[in-house]
Nanobody, 125 residues
């Protein structure tokens, strides 16, 4: 079992920055990738950024490329999402997730086994 706890959300004006953190504990060695998802009210959950812990390979959804950066700490138990140049359309509940294996890169939400509770990000214009 893996426990994921997010932090770092909040309210910011457009153009601002936030850094989200996801602390993983438990059987973290059983997971091979972690990622960030977001869901805005009335919308489907969206895959934002994924990092493969073995080699730090990353994936970003098109709308955040060049603005968001996903990274991990040296112990590979904390995942970060640095969000710059935030836009109102980035407003959502951001959740961290972890998984074990997938068929093709990048993994979809169905390939993630463990999920955090989420942290709210609100960007005002």
């Amino acid at each position: 079992q893996v426990l994921l706890v997010e932090s770092g959300g909040g309210s910011v004006q457009a153009g601002g920055s936030l850094r989200l953190s996801c602390a993983a504990s438990g059987d973290t060695a059983s997971t091979t990738y972690m990622g960030w998802f977001r869901q805005a009210p009335g919308k489907e959950r969206e895959r934002v950024a994924i990092l493969r812990t073995l080699d730090a390979r990353t994936y970003y959804t098109d709308s955040v490329k060049g603005r968001f950066t996903v990274s991990q700490d040296n112990s590979k138990t904390t995942l970060y999402l640095q969000m710059n140049s935030l836009k109102p359309e980035d407003t959502a509940m951001y959740s961290c997730a972890a998984g074990r294996w997938y068929i093709s890169w990048p993994p979809t939400d169905k390939n993630f086994v463990y999920w955090g509770q989420g942290t709210q990000v609100t960007v005002s214009s």
